[in-house]
């Protein structure tokens, strides 16, 4: 919609003839008080002339009187005062020109006034004084010329009153021009239009779509009447073709329901607990019947990115036999290589000279028009391709190109599915490690001293064999049965401590009061257990951890601590408390840290607490027992 120029604006033209009405109003109203203050500066002036008469008549009266000489010219100086003001009050009107008829008029009153009339006045006063005829004749000329003064002023003030009745009936005139002026103009350029505007809404609201308005003017309700056409021509074409783009619009919704049901179920799909092999042939049977294609393949490269670690193909033709000849080439159908780096498809007709130079089997040549290749690509990483061959080009591009999205969409959660599936692998490895490594700590702190043991009392039985000593060789043989018996005991106890596991159905305490009546068993050292009867709030994991953890504990006691009673405290209040105390032997803790590579019963118990995590907390004083703490902060 195109704006509408200033020179057709409705606010710009009343804008201009607010402008022009003000205007005018101001400067025939400052003309017609302009005239009015010449009226009043006539009227003043005119009693001043008419004056000058009178005072003529008074200096004449005063000139025969010898006793009032002061007053005759004090009436002289006053009748040249008045003829003075006269002359400046034309001379200094700023707003009319001059009258050239009364300064002329003046100015013979002021020269007659002082070649003629002064030396009568000056004449020698008496009472018997008689004016001369000849000075009556030059008065009563004197006097005619201040008559006709005033009779020039008086013109000049009727000649000003016309002109302010003429400005005044122009006033009413533009007043009532303006008036009718105003009511036709907001009649054509408000009203009129907002009549049609309002017919228009009217024939629309009963169902008359056709209705539009007749465009005249170019100002605004030009394009507020345009606006209202195209939205009548929107809701025409609506109604009209409403069926239509319901149809339309169906067909697209039930085409994004049929993508998400797609993405659903192969999200579904992806994330079900399968064989790499089996998600990935059953998802390219999936992605060829989406995509409409005859044939496919899928291949995952290896980290060198030129051999295949799996390669899988569907409906390709038999003679080429590209599956059993090369499986794991990453060039059986061309050399990926040349390809471009980036995760878009690659569209490649099997007839026409490709720009990549792909060398394509004779046999996939004549069997297929084209085929497109999706790039697998997982964190700007690319980890395999999937291949779709087409018998015959598709007709409907957009129906293609659609697909072709859909597809990549899938592709990309194949990628994370094929990455998840990696990281549960690498996580399951990381975990056998954690717990082989933890099994190795475990022979090596109690088989292995064993063994080491054995291998020494044998070296001594060897001696004592050569030397014939029997009672020596009777007690060496005592010491290696023990230690073949306690070596028996820690292998089984490791066994039974590796076998320990923690059901989400299993309770926890009943987990710790098994471990606590196998030490019982294995040891007759009687325990005291507290406050194990209340609810733990652990994860599963720490659960586990915390039962390693005490049977560690519980070992290096049977084995080190030569003690008569064991004590163990839960408390599980802000944290998780266990705390496990003896009365045994103790030890030196300043040696234990100096020796801490070789004691692993403490360094297992401490990796076990930061897997939770955890920590550990280990006081002992010689000949006073141990004690040791394991906190969880909750």
């Known amino acids: ?20 009405w003000v205007t005018s109003a101001i400067f025939f109203t400052g003309y017609a008080l302009a005239l009015l203050w010449q009226l009043e500066n006539a009227g003043k002036n005119i009693n001043y002339a008419g004056s000058l008469r009178m005072k003529m008549y008074h200096m004449l009266l005063l000139s025969s009187q010898p006793d009032h000489q002061k007053d005759l010219q004090s009436e002289r100086n006053q009748f040249v005062f008045i003829l003075n ?5 034309d001379k200094n009107n700023f707003i009319f020109p001059n009258n050239t008829k009364i300064d002329t008029q003046i100015q013979i009153i002021q020269q007659s006034y002082t070649s003629n009339i002064l030396p009568i006045l000056n004449q020698s006063p ?27 002023i008086e013109n000049q003030n009727t000649q000003n009153i016309i002109w302010l009745r003429f400005i005044q009936t122009v006033l009413i005139i533009m007043v009532i021009f303006t008036a009718f002026s105003a009511i036709y103009l907001l009649y054509r350029f408000v009203i009129n239009p907002l009549t049609h505007l309002q017919t228009a809404i009217q024939q629309i609201s009963l169902g008359n779509l056709s209705q539009r308005i007749t465009i005249t003017n170019k100002d605004e309700f030009n394009i507020v009447s345009a606006g209202f056409n195209k939205m009548a021509d929107n809701l025409q074409d609506l109604y009209n073709n409403l069926e239509q783009k319901v149809s339309q619009k169906t067909i697209s919704l039930e085409e994004k329901n049929h993508e998400l049901a797609i993405l659903y179920d192969m999200t579904t799909f992806l994330h079900e607990s399968l064989m790499q092999e089996t998600l990935l042939e059953s998802f390219l049977d999936k992605i060829i019947q989406l995509g409409n294609a005859d044939a496919g393949f899928i291949g995952l490269l290896n980290s060198n990115k030129d051999s295949f670690d799996f390669l899988y193909g569907q409906g390709l033709p038999k003679q080429s036999d590209i599956i059993k000849k090369c499986y794991f080439s990453a060039r059986c159908f061309f050399d990926v290589n040349v390809l471009p780096k980036n995760p878009n498809p690659i569209y490649i007709h099997t007839k026409q000279q490709n720009k990549f130079h792909l060398s394509i089997p004779n046999c996939i040549q004549k069997t297929f028009e084209y085929f497109v290749i999706f790039p697998i690509w997982h964190n700007n990483n690319e980890i395999g391709m999937i291949g779709l061959y087409f018998t015959n080009p598709q007709n409907d591009s957009a129906t293609e190109k659609r697909n072709h999205y859909l597809i990549k969409t899938l592709i990309k959660q194949l990628a994370i599915s094929i990455e998840n599936q990696h990281l549960t692998i690498k996580e399951k490895q990381l975990a056998v490690l954690e717990e082989r490594n933890m099994i190795a700590q475990g022979l090596h702190d109690s088989i292995a001293q064993s063994l080491s043991f054995l291998n020494l009392q044998t070296q001594i039985l060897e001696k004592a064999i050569d030397q014939q000593n029997y009672s020596r060789i009777k007690q060496n043989l005592n010491f290696i049965q023990k230690g073949i018996q306690e070596c028996y005991e820690d292998v089984r106890e490791l066994l039974l401590n590796f076998r320990t596991k923690i059901n989400n159905t299993d309770d926890f305490s009943k987990v710790i009061q098994n471990v606590l009546d196998r030490f019982k068993s294995q040891t007759n050292i009687p325990i005291e257990v507290h406050s194990l009867k209340q609810q733990f709030f652990l994860t599963q994991q720490q659960q586990l951890q915390v039962v390693f953890i005490l049977q560690e504990a519980l070992s290096n006691i049977r084995k080190h601590s030569s003690c008569s009673l064991v004590q163990i405290f839960f408390k599980n209040d802000k944290d998780f408390l266990m705390k496990i105390q003896d009365n045994g032997v103790g030890f030196d803790t300043k040696i234990i840290q100096e020796k801490k590579i070789s004691h692993v019963g403490i360094s297992i118990m401490k990796e076990r607490a930061e897997k939770i995590p955890g920590i550990i907390h280990i006081n002992s004083v010689l000949h006073h027992g141990t004690t040791i703490e394991l906190i969880i902060p909750q």
């Open 126 to 152: 008496t009472f018997s004084h008689i004016i001369s005829t000849k000075d009556l004749l030059t008065i009563n000329q004197f006097v005619g010329n201040i008559n006709y003064l005033v009779k020039i």
């Open 1 to 20: 919609m195109t704006k509408t120029s200033r020179r057709h604006s409705l606010s710009v033209k009343l804008l201009v003839s607010v402008i022009l």
């Open 85 to 89: 003001n006269l002359l400046k009050s």
